[in-house]
């Protein structure tokens, strides 16, 4: 069964704090991206990675960072948590050039207080 | 720029009506289309993918999407609507990027009436 996991459901962080938010594919794809889904604005990626260490910019991306060392593993950082950061954070993957089915984790509901 | 609008935030239906989601994009080459479900507390699922070749594609769960080139539409059809369908459906399309990347629509709260 094709996976990706987000390491945390649910996270708490205090405004300032820096924050990691991981997440884990096991398909052996090359595409990996982050979402933010708030109510009434759906899914808007923040970045997505095509390669290891290869990262572009989605369509929101300030205020965060990317990190994909491995191909597997595709890490999204707040450098400065905000409470305008508060939100549903998505990571996917998907093979690489091909439209085919993008996999969803479970989501991470970030708050920043 | 690429872009997917979905014009209706929420829906109400009863059950047994049928159900048409709007979805319209915009996107200069020939488009990749999706539409995924997302219920209550869960990740994406996708119902159905639109490349290319006949314009009526059948999906998972009795959905069923039409592509329209001249307006521009990917419309979410089924005939007749169970409680479980209650979710949030997400409209995307595919732009050739970098190996590939999905733009969402806002997305379409869907409630059904027993």
């Known amino acids: 069964d094709v996976k990706v996991t987000q390491s945390s459901r649910y996270l708490v962080k205090r405004t300032g704090e820096k924050v990691f938010l991981e997440c884990v594919q096991d398909?052996?794809?090359?595409?990996m991206f982050w979402y933010r889904q708030d109510p009434g604005l759906g899914l808007r990626l923040i970045y997505f990675?095509?390669?290891?260490?290869?990262?572009e910019k989605g369509d929101i991306p300030e205020g965060y960072s990317v990190s994909r060392e491995k191909k597997e593993r595709f890490s999204l950082i707040l450098e400065s948590a905000s409470t305008n950061q508060t939100s549903m954070y998505l990571c996917?993957?998907?093979?690489?050039?091909?439209?085919?089915?993008?996999?969803f984790g479970q989501g991470t509901r970030l708050t920043v207080v | 720029a690429q872009s997917v609008t979905q014009p209706d935030i929420h829906i109400t239906v009863s059950e047994g009506a049928s159900l048409e989601l709007r979805c319209n994009y915009s996107?200069?080459?020939?488009?990749?289309l999706f539409w995924y479900v997302q219920s209550p507390g869960q990740g994406l699922q996708l119902l159905l993918k639109?490349?290319?070749?006949?314009?009526l594609v059948q999906g998972i769960k009795g959905f069923e999407a039409e592509f329209k080139r001249s307006q521009s539409s990917f419309n979410l059809r089924k005939p007749s609507v169970h409680w479980s369908d209650a979710a949030e459906y997400f409209c995307?399309?595919?732009?050739?990027?970098?190996?590939?990347?999905?733009?969402f629509g806002q997305g379409t709260e869907l409630s059904v009436k027993p």
């Open positions: 996917a993957s998907s093979p690489y050039g091909l439209f085919t089915e993008a996999f």
């Open positions: 398909m052996d794809h090359e595409n």
């Open positions: 990675s095509y390669d290891v260490k290869m990262k």
């Open positions: 996107y200069g080459a020939t488009p990749y």
């Open positions: 639109y490349f290319s070749g006949d314009t």
């Open positions: 995307a399309v595919g732009v050739n990027n970098q190996g590939g990347k999905l733009i």
